[in-house]
């Protein structure tokens, strides 16, 4: 039972509005803290976002990304891709981090931000790319991809 209340914390889900002030320092939600931890992983993440993983999480990202090929050159840029990219952070008194420069301009963050549990995860997105975003693509043609993947609602 007490496996159940640990992989629990680990999910993130929900969205949450905040921003980024003028020394680049974000407020995670406190939702997300626990799960997170004093210290985690942000990275450039798919779509115009940041990705932030616990340093779990990271771990087992950064072994399946050390079993590719290298040989294979798309493996090798998948791979510079999140990890070139990638800076630890840890959290201030105030629940806060220090966001890099290069971080903040890949994801385009200058003021009003998103944050988004991703189950594993979360995104960090600039507000307006977030809702940019979600209104494009049909929701039913993709879920009737995923159905094709196996996943069925």
């Known amino acids: 039972m007490e496996v159940l209340v640990l992989e629990a914390k680990r999910m993130f889900n929900g969205e949450y509005n905040h921003t980024v002030d003028t020394k680049g320092r974000l407020i995670i ?3 997300f803290r626990d799960g997170l931890g004093e210290e985690f992983k942000v ?12 340093l779990g999480e990271w771990e087992k990202f950064e072994e399946q990304l050390r ?4 040989t294979q050159s798309n493996a090798r840029r998948f791979t510079r891709f999140f990890v070139a990219g990638a800076m630890s952070c840890e959290l201030d008194r105030q629940g ?3 966001l890099p420069q290069s971080l903040r ?29 979600n209104a494009s693509g049909d929701m039913d043609d993709i879920a009737e991809q995923m159905s094709q993947l196996g996943l069925n609602i």
């Open 105 to 133: 301009e890949f994801a385009g963050l200058e003021k009003d931000v998103v944050l988004t549990g991703m189950i594993n995860r979360v995104e960090i997105w600039d507000k307006q790319r977030w809702t940019d975003y």
């Open 29 to 31: 939600p406190t939702k």
């Open 96 to 98: 806060r981090i220090l």
């Open 67 to 70: 079993s590719l090929p290298l």
């Open 43 to 54: 990275t450039r993440g798919l779509d115009g976002c940041l990705f932030a993983f616990p």
